[in-house]
């Protein structure tokens, strides 16, 4: 069974904070998304990655940063976590092959007070 | 990148037929079509891709008019469990180039 893996499904975090979030997958995929779901804003892509140490500024990086050191991991990094960046935080990967569909996780929920 | 524009909610009843358009009037030529359900508290999941012409899977079709600038996902014979958040995503054939429309959310009453 395939697997994306989120490091937390809750996250409560300070103003000033260093933040990172995990994500891993088993599915040996070339391709990983960060995401940010807000009500009303539907999915807005973050980065996201083709390939090791590889990464491609998505819609909204301001803020943010990323890190691919191997295949199956995934960082997303809020270097200075504010209270703007208080969202649902979507991991996602998938082949450049054949449907090349996206297998989401499960979310990261971040508040950020 | 597609701009997509979906709209934001539809309601229907049980057993009735639903279709969402999708509007992506600057698809590229090489783009595909994909089409995502979401559940609360859960990640979006795949229901169907296309190309052009029709796509039938057994959850879901998909219209692709010759001009591809919509696209249209039709739910045969709606029922309570398929209310959800519906995306409309255009994306390159590597699937990394993408674009995901505001979503859909359809309400299914009984």
């Known amino acids: 069974d395939v697997k994306v893996t989120q490091s937390s499904r809750y996250l409560v975090k300070r103003t000033g904070e260093k933040v990172f979030l995990e994500c891993v997958q088993d599915?040996?995929?070339?391709?990983m998304f960060w995401y940010r779901q807000d009500p009303g804003l539907g999915l807005r892509l973050i980065y996201f990655?083709?390939?090791?140490?590889?990464?491609e500024k998505g819609d909204i990086p301001e803020g943010y940063s990323v890190s691919r050191e191997k295949k199956e991991r995934f960082s997303l990094i809020l270097e200075s976590a504010s209270t703007n960046q208080t969202s649902m935080y979507l991991c996602?990967?998938?082949?450049?092959?054949?449907?090349?569909?996206?297998?989401f996780g499960p979310g990261t929920r971040l508040t950020v007070l | 990148l597609a701009k997509t524009t979906q709209p934001i909610s539809m309601d229907s009843y049980e057993g009735q037929e639903v279709n969402i358009t999708c509007s992506h009037n600057?698809?590229?030529?090489?783009?595909?079509i994909t089409w995502y359900q979401q559940f609360p508290s859960q990640g979006p999941r795949f229901i169907i891709q296309?190309?052009?012409t029709k796509v039938t899977n057994e959850v879901a079709s998909l219209f692709i008019p010759a001009d591809r600038k919509s696209s249209t996902l039709s739910l045969p014979r709606v029922s309570l469990s398929d209310t959800a958040v519906y995306y409309c995503?255009?994306?390159?054939?590597?699937?990394?180039?993408?674009?995901f429309g505001g979503g859909t959310r359809l309400m299914v009453k009984p």
């Open positions: 996602a990967s998938s082949t450049t092959r054949g449907y090349n569909e996206q297998f």
């Open positions: 599915m040996d995929h070339e391709n």
């Open positions: 990655s083709y390939d090791v140490k590889m990464k």
């Open positions: 600057n698809i590229a030529t090489n783009d595909y």
């Open positions: 296309g190309y052009k």
């Open positions: 995503l255009v994306h390159n054939n590597a699937g990394n180039m993408l674009t």
